[in-house]
Each structure stands twice: as C-alpha cells, then as structure tokens.
C-alpha cells in the first residue's frame, strides 16, 4: 500500500508514539510504501523527528503546519499539503491530531483521495471555552464528511463524536493504541537499580504519575490526596514523571504542604525510560480530566502494576475497579485518597490488580496488532473505491 501518514507535531506523546509505530510497521513488516508528514516538532514535550529520520521510510516536515489556529498558515499548509499529495500520489492518507486531521482531510478530499483518520482524543472537550468547544465541533463535523472511516481509540471515543453530531456510529471502528509491550513486562533495568538513582527507599511505596506538567492533567489532585495519605503512610512516595509549564506551581504547592521529601520530579525523560520508572513504581495514578485512552493506563496494567484512574473518556474500558484498580468520580480527592491508602497498605492486593491486569491487557495493546487491525481498515477502504 502506499499510505501518507499526517500528524500536527512529532512531539513525544501518545498520538506520537501511536502514529509512528504504525508507520515503522508498515514500513518493516509490510513493505509498504508509506511517508509520514508532519509540522514542526516544537515544545518542552521532547520529539521523535530524530527517530523518525531514522526509519528508513518517507519523512517530510510541513514548516508551515503549527498547532495553534493561524488561518492565513493553515491556508499555506493545506496549499502545500496538496502540492505534497500530487507528488506522493497515495492510495489513502491517514491523518492524526485535530489540526493535520482537518486540514489533511481536506487536502485529499480535493484531489478525491480516501481518507482515515484516527481520534486519539477529543479536539473539542471540558475545560474548553464555549466558542472554542463549537468551533472544534463544527470543524470536525465538516472534516468527518471528507473521511471514509474514523478510528477511535477507545470507545467513548466514538460515543462523544456521535452524540456531538460528528457522523453515525457506523463510520467509527475502534482499535487499541498499540505500543511496544516487552519492555513493561520485562524492563532493561533492574527495579532496584533504577529506584536508587531516584533516591527511594527499599521500604518505600511509589504511587507514580506520567503526564506533562500541564492544565487538565490533574496533578493537584494527587498532590492535594498526598496530605492525608502520608499522615498514615510516612514512607509513601510520589514519582511525577514529566515536564511542562506547571512544575514550578506544583513544587509551591508541595512546599507549602511540607512535603517536599515525599515527591520526586523526573523532568522530561525519553519514552524509553518509561517501562523502567513504571516498575519503579507500586501503583500507577491517573487523574486527567481529558484523555482519549490515556497509555499509561494500559501500561501500567502490562507492567503488572494497579492503576487508580479518574473515569475520563475510555479509562473505564481498561480499569476494572477491583479487578485491576480503582475508577473514581473526576476531581474527587477524598476518594483519590482512600482508594490510593488501601492499595499502600495492602502489597498483596497490588499484586493481584497487577497480574489481572497484564494478563488481560497484554496482546491488546501490542502495537502489532494494531497495525494489522489499521492495514485492515485500508484494505476495506481500498476495496469500496470505484
């Protein structure tokens, strides 16, 4: 197949991460003709450009192409987004990312070439203010009307573009964002290792966060649910994983709580350093208040940890509360807080969330069959084509 793959910034993030392993796949177990275009990888997030230059399939950069609403630049990048697509000539173009999805759509619906794209999470959501929640909508109602089929990655995914009028439930098909699972089952570095050079303790328990430093991620949650739980647990530490523009808040915020020795900052780290902190860690803690699937979900459970999880958008698809976690009501801290002490206190009950979850979720999540699931969706794209 030759496929171009569009995507707004190769930052490192889950959409990222998830669009480029599908083009490795293709490139490598397929032999597929496929070119990946993107905008400018820029932000404090860290990007994957240099991995992507790396792969040995097509890579372009559409320096026109930036995240933020420019009417007069998103009219160059669709202008040189078309010129691009002339050139390549591919039998589909998949689009990821709000921006790239719409304007991508539209460039391959103007020269009649099928398009797919993937949600990954909600361009219009909480936290929005009404004018920009419309104007998202509205948006992705025109884009969805130039796509043949939508991916979703959850499927809370497709119940909240439905419901907002996007396109009926029978142009969406949900497939899990893959990942690299081999290295959560079994990570290159010893937990012991890695937990020293962190500064914790043989008999400290880690509740860990992964997630940029960032509004509506949700780390004054746990922060503000810490009070309670080191006053029972005094050897309870918390691992923020991430970086980002809100960090000099939150270390206020920790100061002003007194404490500063229970929270530990990794800063930015390369994707992967992920699976090794996540086996650092004893539970896993999710309290986004805006996440399509959030990977650290799925990973943690593949890496045998517990997760405790707001109930945002797909997270009840993968937490099972008493099963593999806990789900709870989003911005609840006093829940946040027992549900995390109960797991603190109890190792062998993190154990049993943990093993539920890895066998469970394990084959779900390989990126592999993601791939295969994504390359079936163009096959049947391709075969209802004139």
Same mark, same amino acid.
């Given at each position: 197949?030759?496929?171009?793959?569009?995507?707004?910034?190769?930052?490192?993030?889950?959409? #990222?991460?998830?669009?480029?392993?599908?083009?490795?796949?293709?490139?490598?177990?397929?032999?597929?003709?496929?070119?990946?275009?993107?905008?400018?990888?820029?932000?404090?997030?860290?990007?994957?450009?240099?991995?992507?230059?790396?792969?040995?399939?097509? !890579?372009?950069?559409?320096?026109?192409?930036?995240?933020?609403?420019?009417?007069? #630049?998103?009219?160059?990048?669709?202008?040189?987004?078309?010129?691009?697509?002339? =050139?390549?000539?591919?039998?589909?173009?998949?689009?990821? *990312?709000?921006? &790239?999805?719409?304007?991508?759509?539209?460039?391959?619906?103007?020269?009649?070439?099928?398009?797919?794209?993937?949600?990954?999470?909600?361009?219009?959501?909480?936290? #929005?203010?009404?004018?920009?929640?419309?104007?998202?909508?509205?948006?992705?109602?025109?884009?969805?009307?130039?796509?043949?089929?939508?991916?979703?990655?959850?499927?809370?995914?497709?119940?909240?573009?439905?419901? &907002?009028?996007?396109? *009926?439930?029978?142009?969406?098909?949900?497939?899990? *964002?893959?990942?690299?699972?081999?290295? !959560?089952?079994?990570?290159?570095?010893?937990?012991?290792?890695?937990?020293? =050079?962190?500064?914790?303790?043989?008999?400290?328990?880690?509740?860990?966060?992964?997630? @940029?430093?960032?509004?509506?991620?949700?780390? =004054?949650?746990?922060?503000? &649910? &810490?009070?309670?739980?080191?006053? =029972?647990?005094?050897?309870?530490?918390?691992?923020?994983?991430?970086?980002?523009?809100?960090?000099? @808040?939150?270390? #206020?915020?920790?100061?002003?709580?007194?404490?500063?020795?229970?929270?530990? !900052?990794?800063?930015?780290?390369?994707?992967?350093?992920?699976?090794?902190?996540?086996?650092?860690?004893?539970?896993?803690?999710?309290?986004?208040?805006?996440?399509?699937?959030?990977?650290?979900?799925?990973?943690?459970?593949?890496?045998?940890?517990?997760?405790?999880?707001?109930?945002?958008?797909?997270?009840?698809?993968?937490?099972?509360?008493?099963?593999?976690?806990?789900?709870?009501?989003?911005?609840?801290?006093?829940?946040?807080?027992?549900?995390?002490?109960?797991?603190?206190?109890?190792?062998?009950?993190?154990?049993?969330?943990?093993?539920?979850?890895?066998?469970?979720?394990?084959?779900?999540?390989?990126?592999?069959?993601?791939?295969?699931?994504?390359?079936?969706?163009?096959?049947?794209?391709? *075969?209802?084509?004139?």
């Amino acid at each position: 197949m030759n496929v171009v793959h569009f995507i707004t910034r190769l930052i490192i993030g889950g959409a #990222q991460e998830n669009t480029l392993l599908t083009v490795e796949d293709q490139h490598r177990d397929y032999g597929d003709q496929v070119t990946l275009v993107t905008g400018p990888g820029l932000g404090p997030e860290g990007s994957l450009e240099d991995r992507a230059r790396r792969g040995g399939f097509g !890579f372009r950069v559409l320096p026109k192409l930036h995240r933020a609403i420019r009417p007069w #630049q998103d009219w160059r990048a669709y202008r040189a987004m078309i010129e691009m697509l002339r =050139e390549i000539k591919p039998q589909i173009v998949h689009t990821h *990312s709000s921006k &790239a999805g719409i304007i991508g759509r539209a460039a391959a619906a103007k020269l009649g070439i099928p398009a797919v794209h993937t949600i990954h999470g909600a361009s219009f959501h909480y936290g #929005q203010s009404v004018l920009a929640y419309e104007a998202y909508r509205l948006a992705e109602q025109w884009a969805a009307k130039r796509c043949v089929k939508i991916i979703s990655v959850a499927d809370a995914m497709t119940e909240q573009y439905a419901a &907002a009028g996007i396109a *009926s439930k029978e142009k969406f098909v949900t497939i899990s *964002s893959g990942m690299e699972v081999e290295p !959560f089952l079994s990570p290159p570095r010893q937990r012991d290792v890695v937990r020293r =050079e962190l500064g914790i303790g043989s008999g400290d328990v880690v509740i860990g966060k992964i997630a @940029r430093l960032f509004h509506l991620k949700g780390h =004054e949650f746990v922060i503000a &649910a &810490a009070q309670k739980i080191v006053l =029972e647990h005094p050897n309870t530490k918390f691992l923020f994983v991430g970086n980002g523009i809100l960090r000099e @808040r939150y270390q #206020q915020y920790i100061d002003s709580l007194g404490l500063t020795k229970n929270f530990i !900052f990794t800063g930015l780290v390369p994707p992967d350093r992920v699976p090794e902190l996540i086996h650092a860690m004893d539970i896993v803690v999710h309290t986004s208040l805006w996440e399509g699937l959030a990977r650290v979900l799925p990973q943690g459970l593949i890496a045998g940890k517990p997760v405790v999880s707001y109930d945002v958008d797909g997270a009840r698809e993968v937490v099972i509360s008493g099963e593999n976690g806990y789900l709870l009501p989003p911005q609840s801290v006093e829940e946040l807080s027992h549900a995390l002490s109960i797991l603190v206190a109890d190792p062998a009950l993190r154990a049993s969330f943990g093993n539920a979850g890895r066998d469970r979720f394990t084959d779900q999540f390989r990126h592999q069959t993601m791939t295969r699931r994504i390359r079936e969706v163009y096959a049947e794209v391709l *075969s209802n084509q004139p």
